[in-house]
């Protein structure tokens, strides 16, 4: 080790103190009086007064041991820390009792003081009792959730259900639910935050027991507890299911003691008074400076003190770490005396200055002591580092973090012991994220918010899409005044917040650092692998939270590794022009299937990677020059069979046993198995052999090169940046990409990790924090009420004002604190820097899968979490920044926007892709995306070609695929143009609610006119997605239509019961979803009918007649269904039902009338004459279900009584604010058109009499004349003369009527087989099947058959 100053090294074994010859040798390097100053100086005795340099004994190096073991003498009452100590029992080293004093299952550490809830309420207590005494230990609570700490005897007995405190002789404070237990429970202390520390304090000898937290005594908690022979206290704690805490029994030092009050086990009192004295002489060495030439001592800053080599002070120090080193191992005395000196030195110097005097201290530190005492000592001070700033309490300059992190800094830019944190300590023994976190304080008075944001200010609605926000008055000129300060304050806030943040990036730029590769590998490559380590444990171990990064300290650890990655990057585009800007970032495609970085278990978007590799090698080999050596591509699969097997249940239960005794779990690993991060998808890439080409020229067999994939563990600097001839990462570059790189191979890794981050737990932790500006909304919502309600309040309802004036206050109160916490949240998480971070990121992934696209088939390769982060981050930037900040203020928003949305209409029905969760994402994405109208926009900006394939995907039948997404995109798509389909509100719950304000809400109407041309332009030219997509949507709405009646049958039924309280709600849900899907299915049939009528109408398309008759017969069905008076349908909607919202007569009724509209108004003369005579015609047609549209009464049934004069009826004309008035008189014309039409059939049907021929239209309504009047019959009571008429020219055998409906007369017949049956079953039937309804034969042809016909062939015979 060099030391700072001088260009010469010191070997520690160099000054080794060694024989008395020798050390007499070395005492005339400097004048004998001056050592002697110097000694007495460094080795002065603090307990004595300093005395005249006469009268003190003379010092050298030969009496130096001697008068340093009396230095070091403590008194012997600090030499009796450990044994029995009175009024306690049990181990000295006081730790949790995991053999036999828990209760439930739990995960302890194995240090045996931090423990993690696994079960629903498990407890835990320590090894050791007290029975007399006053006694302390401290609780450092690490989530807030529900959790019972406190103390019990060993007589208590507890279970899944009772814990500390539920039981006599134990005593708990819970500061989640702000309350104490003792058998029973009172209010009782404050709630407390992750962060916070309590301190339990028991008094034996009062018998007392009280709370402390963070210092601060909560008061006395208990009196009167039991005490006397038998009765001794544990502390214990009773924990829920992943709430975690650690305790401090006095191995370290108590962050807030009590005086009088001993911990459980006593600090190593006489060491800690050896270390301090020691500390005191190093400190001395530090301060003063030998001038030899004048023979005197010169006072010196600690910063400015050097090491140059002088033996004098080289020997002082040896003999001063002789007796130092030891101590330095124990964590004890590392966090009470070193970390405190040194955090002293921070405190008072610059950063300059306090890296000097680090620097100095830990080159001495490896100078002068063995490295497993280094090491041990380097290990505890960072692990009382990272513990201090993650425990210590916010303040309002942030100067404590602030202080912990300067210090880490100054100990990481010392490279060796930088490098040997980097790979022993930060990820492998801590949770180094927690440096990069900053907590959020859940008391803003502690924190001094009050002072830094003294006016507070909440916004006056909610702005973020998808809610649909009520108009509110202009802001006033007070408001104005409040919203200005408020933001004042946020920004004095968010300036203290920021220079934390900046020295975190600081610590990340440091382990990020390339360039300190002298005598070893440089600190970021070490990086790397720990990284994917850190990656593959959160990514695989989900199930076991004690190795789960926390999602908030993964937000603020991706937005520092993005500050730090951007500098490197574009530090590196400086010095190198061809380089890419960080802005132009992007992971080339070769990185996903060249096996140099290791993906574990992430799923590919063509599957498993051993499948990739096995089908699409012949790709590899012609795209990206990699060969797979068949042989190893077989043994692969071979070790992905053998992964399949399920483990036996011994091998399952061994890890779980070990958490829950704290224990390591040593796992056999298999010889070839070379890291221990590999996962199932790249154990083929650890034996997969790949063969390198160079893509110039075709090479030989003799000039390729093998290379086997290495683990992260095994690669080196040149495994990762490449050399010259070997590309590293990039091996294997496609055509497609360009040959200059974008920047360092290692940082287009680490950019690959920092998307891994976002997908594995950054998005959800973004949509969790917007619950802090949801309460903000839902509190100022509730303060506006209260407050209109006092103005609308009569004066002399003094009880009533008094009431609401309290309400007032609780929620002003509410308000400031939520406003004030909110500012914090939105300068930690929400600021303008971090949504420029999500938005880079997102762009990142946009051209990701840009390039990866280009690879054709290889774009199988890319994990699917590159889609999701593009996905999920710009749902995050739409919904999660708002309302400070706009999306449509980031640089390239259109661009960006466009992009998104070609990928999008790209990938949606994208072969490459099969897994089902990552399909039905981008289903969803899409369909969200053109809910609004700057999105759609987007849409309709991408390459024509590009949309014809995206409109043509939606057209694809329905069946075998997620077809309710694709139906809504169609839906959302026409929204607007419909019939009665402009509301933003469901219109029948704001007639029954109009004051709530809560009712769900729908996005306003933005239909593209453009896409619903390409969806014609496709329907019209192409004769075969027309039929398919439409006889698709006709089963689906048939199937919905049909599981939504039987859905409500069973509603009713369950209704109807005793017990009627017990309908299930996912039954509720079920049943509203169906519902739902019908309405939008009419809604897509009401767009095509509107946009290509011919289809349905121009009969001339071999198709056209059957699809109008199946539409005609599932429109019957549903107004049939919904129309009729006290139907299950009506019984069921007047039972409002919570979950049964949206199922009304209006949404389903004016979407069924939009279609009949456009039939039979809209459409030609001829098609609207073709649309009557097959409606009228269907045997379920009531012309009543027609007039019921318009609220128009039907005649009574005999024998019922009339209505009573004042009942309601559902109308169209009683929602006119939906429905307008062209609308209403369109249906008007459509009734007066059917009555007309039934009245002519029943005319035409009178005259024209048995020999009648259907060759009209009108004509051809023989087959229905019969339902008609026995229609009227039911509703009249009295048969029609034309009824009469048709009654006596119909056959009476059944045999004349089809054998499948029994509603038609036979008229056709198949051949080969001769069965019959009407035209309506069989052309229905052969949609979906070939085979006869009788016999299974397959069906050739269908002929017109006719009984008479047949009748006078068989006479002629």
Known sequence: MASKGSGMSFSRKSYRLTSDAEKSRVTGIVHEKLLNDYLHRVFSSPDHAPTIAASRKSLNFQNLPEHLDQLLQVDSEDEESEGQVEGRLGPSTVVLDHTGGFEGLLLVDDDLLGVIGHSNFGTIRSTTCVY?????????????????IGWCTINCHFNQEEGVGDTHNSYAYDGNRVRKWNVTTTNYGKAWAAGDIVSCLIDLDDGTLSFCLNGVSLGTAFENISMGPGMAYFPAISLSFKESVAFNFGSRPLRYPAAGYRPLQDPPRADLARAQRLLGCFRAVLGVELDPVEGRLLEKQSSEWQLQGQPTILLTLAHIFQHFAPLLRKVYLVEAVLMSFLLGVVEVSTPAQTQAVVHQVL????????????????????????????????????????????????????????????????????????????????????????????TTWWPQRSSREGKDSK??????AEERLRRRAYERGCQRLKKRIEVVEELQVQILKLLLNNKDDNGGEASRYIFLTKFRKFLQENANGRGNMAMLCPPEY???????????????????????????????????????????????????????????????????????????????????????????????????????QALAIGGALPLPRPSWLSSPTLGRANRFLSTAAVSLMTPRRPLSTSEKVKVRTLSAEQRTREDIEGSHWNEGLLLGRPPEEPEQPLTENSLLEVLDGAVMMYNLSVHQQLGKMVGVSDDVNEYAMAL???????????????????????????????????SRRLAWVQATVYSQEKMLDIYWLLRVCLRTIEHGDRTGPLFAFMPEFYLSVAINSYSALKNYFGPVHSMEELPGYEETLTRLAAILAKHFADTRIVGTDIRDSLMQALASYVCYPHSLRAVERIPEEQRIAMVRSLLAPYEQRPWAQTNWILVRLWRGCGFGY?????????????????????????????????????????????????????????WAFSEFIGMIQEIQQAAERLERNFVDSRQLKVCATCFDLSVSLLRVLEMTITLVPEIFLDWTQPTSEMLLRRLAQLLNQV??????????????????????????????????????????????????????????????????????LLGQPEPPVPGSALPAPDRKRFSLQSYTDYISTEELAQVEQMLAHLTSASAQAAAASL???????????????????????????????????????????????????????????????????????????????????????FCKATIVSVEDWEKAANASSSSAA
């Open 471 to 476: 108009e509110v008055k202009e802001e006033t």
């Open 784 to 818: 506006r009420d209260t407050e209109d309600k006092l103005h609308r309040c009569p004066k002399w309802r003094k009880d009533i004002l008094a009431e609401l004036t309290k309400s007032q206050k609780v929620f002003s109160e509410k308000l400031d604190h939520l």
């Open 1247 to 1333: 005259v024209s009499g048995a020999t009648t021929h259907r060759s009209t239209p009108i004509a051809r309504m023989h087959d229905w004349a019969h339902y008609v009047g026995m229609v009227y019959v039911h509703l009249s009571g009295q048969p029609t003369p034309a009824h009469l008429a048709h009654c006596s020219l119909q056959p009476t055998s059944e045999e004349d009527l089809c054998p499948i409906c029994y509603a038609h007369p036979i008229s056709a017949v198949f051949q080969p087989c001769g069965h019959k049956s009407c035209k309506a079953c069989i052309n229905q039937h052969l949609m979906n099947n070939k085979d006869c309804f």
């Open 982 to 1038: 402009r509301y933003t509100r469901l219109p029948h719950l704001l007639k029954t609610k109009p004051e709530d304000a809560n009712l769900p809400s729908l996005q306003k109407p933005c239909p593209s006119a453009l896409l619903q041309r390409h969806m014609a332009d496709l329907l019209r030219g192409d004769p075969e997605v027309a039929p398919s997509f439409l006889n698709s949507v006709l089963n689906q709405l048939n």
């Open 554 to 656: 993964m937000v603020c650890f991706l937005h520092r590794l993005i500050s730090a990655l951007r500098y490197y990057w574009d530090e590196y585009k400086a010095a190198n022009p061809r380089a890419s800007f960080s802005e132009e970032a992007y992971v080339p495609p070769q990185v996903f299937y060249n096996g140099k970085v290791d993906y574990f278990d992430q799923q590919r978007l063509g599957g498993l990677l051993s499948h990739l590799r096995k089908t699409l090698k012949d790709d590899l080999a012609s795209k990206a020059n990699i060969l797979i050596d068949p042989l190893e591509l077989q043994a692969a699969t071979m070790d992905d069979l053998d992964e399949d097997e399920e483990p036996s249940p011994a091998a399952a239960q061994r890890p779980m």
């Open 363 to 454: 080159d001495l530190l490896w100078l002068f002591m063995e490295d497993y005492e280094v090491h041990d000592c380097l290990k505890q001070l960072m692990m009382s580092l990272l513990r201090l700033y993650r425990f210590s309490p916010i303040v309002p300059d942030l100067s404590l973090q602030i202080h912990d992190l300067r210090l880490t800094i100054a100990i990481l830019k010392h490279e060796k012991s930088r490098k040997f944190l980097l790979s022993n300590v930060l990820f492998d023994v801590l949770r180094s994220a927690v440096f990069f976190y900053i907590k959020s304080p859940l008391r803003v008075e502690e924190a001094g918010l009050q002072e830094l944001i003294p």
């Open 1119 to 1188: 107004l049939n269904r919904v129309t009729a008076e006290r139907n299950l349908f009506d019984r069921v909607v007047t039972l409002r039902l919570p979950g049964l919202e949206s199922v009304d007569h209006y949404p389903i009724l004016v979407a069924v009338t939009g279609i009949l509209v456009r039939l039979l108004v809209h459409g030609p003369a001829l098609g609207t004459e073709r649309a009557t005579s097959v409606l009228l015609a269907d045997p379920c047609f009531q012309l009543r279900s027609i007039s019921y």
């Open 132 to 148: 007399k005494g006053k006694w302390i230990y401290e609780v450092l609570i690490s989530s807030q959730g529900l959790m019972q």
